[in-house]
């Protein structure tokens, strides 16, 4: 065989191994690889939890305003899923016994019907003498003749109206509390008060107990 044969041959089995070799994809820029993989979320979502840890941890001086700042944010939601609690306030003998509030035994009767209704559950309560209100409010608890009653519930326009309704009652918001203390008894309501001198309704009044059913239970 000729060498020009013979270096022909060699030139296209070379050609052949080429072709049947695969080539490998070019490699994306560092920075478009860097771009693409994703970041693992974990660690940022950890560090409010971690940073309100921190200042709960640390004295108030030592506290960077980041943890501070998550520590009053975290606070902030805490309070804000607590139940609110608003109330009326009034002197018993007025809202039990006087003429003006004749009808209020049966406006709570009728609420009560309302929400069982739309499957509501009940949301006031009558609370003979509040132990709140000497403590939380000393100031507000000298303007009310004892014994007192207050009207107390989550339901903040209808507590509006009732102030309106009754008028020489105190308005009260509780903000948020436990019920177990928004409803504290701390005192009774008398079997009977005394008969009004005058009477104008024209139907006897409501036999006393009839607040029974809305005391805390």
């Known amino acids: ?20 070799t695969p080539v490998p994809a070019p490699r994306p820029p560092v920075a478009m690889r ?5 970041v693992a979320p974990v660690a940022m979502a950890a560090a409010p939890r971690h940073a309100a840890a921190t200042a709960a941890a640390l004295p108030s ?20 899923t607590a139940t609110q609690y608003y109330a009326v306030v009034a002197n018993m003998n007025f809202f039990f016994n006087d003429v003006q509030n004749e009808s209020i035994a049966e406006q709570l009767r009728e ?16 609370v003979p003498e509040p132990k709140w ?8 608890a000298k303007k009310v003749a004892r014994p007192c009653v207050a009207l107390v519930s989550t339901d903040k326009v209808w507590i509006t109206f009732m102030k309106t309704r009754l008028d020489r009652v105190l308005r009260i918001e ?36 009839w607040w029974n059913v809305f005391l805390p239970k």
């Open 1 to 20: 065989m000729s060498a020009a044969m013979r270096m022909s041959k060699n030139i296209s089995s070379a050609s052949s191994r080429r072709a049947a």
């Open 34 to 38: 860097t771009m693409a993989q994703p």
């Open 61 to 80: 001086a030592r506290r960077s305003p980041v943890v501070a700042a998550a520590a009053a944010e975290a606070a902030t939601t805490q309070g804000a």
């Open 111 to 126: 609420r009560v019907r309302f929400f069982k209704e739309i499957n509501r559950e009940i949301d006031f309560w009558l």
């Open 133 to 140: 209100l000497d403590s939380k409010y000393p100031d507000l």
């Open 174 to 209: 509780l903000g948020a509390m436990e019920a177990s203390e928004a409803l504290a008894v701390g005192g009774e309501i008398p079997e009977k008060f005394e008969k009004p001198a005058k009477w104008t309704a024209p139907y006897s009044p409501y036999s006393a107990g």
